[in-house]
């Protein structure tokens, strides 16, 4: 089966949240099939961080939808932007 590549920016509900913590969450709250690849944390404004994520999932109808759903439902998260996708 195809992949897909995915970058997601997640945006904390916090500025003091500790990231390191959230991409734990956000890792252990991925179905087996999903994988995070690479993250990294970009200033937005006022000391609030976002995180830049690339997820590699498979190529599925709705997997991209899947994602958000569950990024968006991770405790310290308050929103996900999908801001692009390939297939891999």
């Known amino acids: 089966m195809a992949k897909v590549a995915v970058i997601a920016e997640i945006m904390p509900e916090d500025p003091d949240i500790d ?3 959230l ?3 956000i890792r252990s709250s991925l ?4 994988e ?3 993250v990294e944390t970009r200033p937005v404004a006022f000391g609030l961080k976002l995180i830049r ?3 590699i999932l498979p190529e599925k109808e709705g997997s991209s939808e899947i994602l958000e759903k569950i990024l968006s439902h991770v405790e310290g998260v308050q929103e996900v932007n999908i801001v692009a996708s390939t297939r891999v």
């Not at 179905?31 to 999903?34: A, L, S």
């Open 36 to 38: 995070l690849k690479h």
């Open 19 to 21: 990231l390191d913590r």
């Open 31 to 34: 179905p087996e099939d999903f």
């Open 23 to 25: 991409v734990e969450r």
């Open 53 to 55: 994520a690339m997820l």
